[in-house]
Structures are given as structure tokens and as C-alpha cells.
């Protein structure tokens, strides 16, 4: 299993209109990716908004890490940041 760990800058006082664009235009594309099992987006502080998206393998993760996000649509008022894929070694 591996993870993508992703970050975004969001604009102040955006976060309500980012969420809302996060769950109805992108949580429903999302679910017919392949290779996903699960995803994480954590409340904005200090304008960082951070996501954990778990995949069943590297090559899922990779494929949504290289062309996936850089070519998706940004919510309204965010910045895509950083991107990084991580094996999973331990989870409960």
C-alpha cells in the first residue's frame, strides 16, 4: 500500500468554498480511480490544507501523483504544493 501526501495553500477565509467544491466535484471523480482505497483531507490551518490518499499499490499512487493532480482542476481559491508518494509500512 502506498500513500499520497499532498498540500495545498488555501486563500483565507475560502476554506468553506474549497470543501464544497472538494465534495462535489472531486470526491465523486475520485471514487473511480483505480487502485484507490481511501482518502484523508485534513482542516486548514494557517492556510495549509493537507491530504492523505491511500492507493493498493505504488504505481496507482505514482500515475495520481505525475499527471492525476498537476492536470486536475484546482478548488476555488487553493494552490496545488507539494506532492509526495510513501509506502505504507505500518497501519491499524
Known amino acids: 500500500m502506498h ?18 467544491y472538494l465534495r462535489t466535484n472531486v470526491l465523486p471523480q475520485l471514487k473511480q480511480v483505480p487502485g484507490l482505497l481511501s482518502g484523508y483531507w485534513l482542516a486548514t490551518t494557517d492556510g495549509e490544507s493537507l491530504a492523505i490518499v491511500l492507493f493498493e499499490d505504488e504505481e496507482s499512487a505514482q500515475e495520481m501523483a505525475q499527471s492525476g493532480l498537476p492536470n486536475a482542476p484546482q478548488p476555488p481559491g487553493a494552490t496545488l504544493g507539494k506532492i509526495e508518494v510513501r509506502e505504507v509500512v505500518a497501519h491499524t
Do not use: F, I, M, Q
Open 3 to 20: 500513500a499520497l501526501l499532498v498540500s495545498a495553500h488555501v486563500e483565507p477565509g475560502r476554506d468553506e468554498e474549497g470543501l464544497a
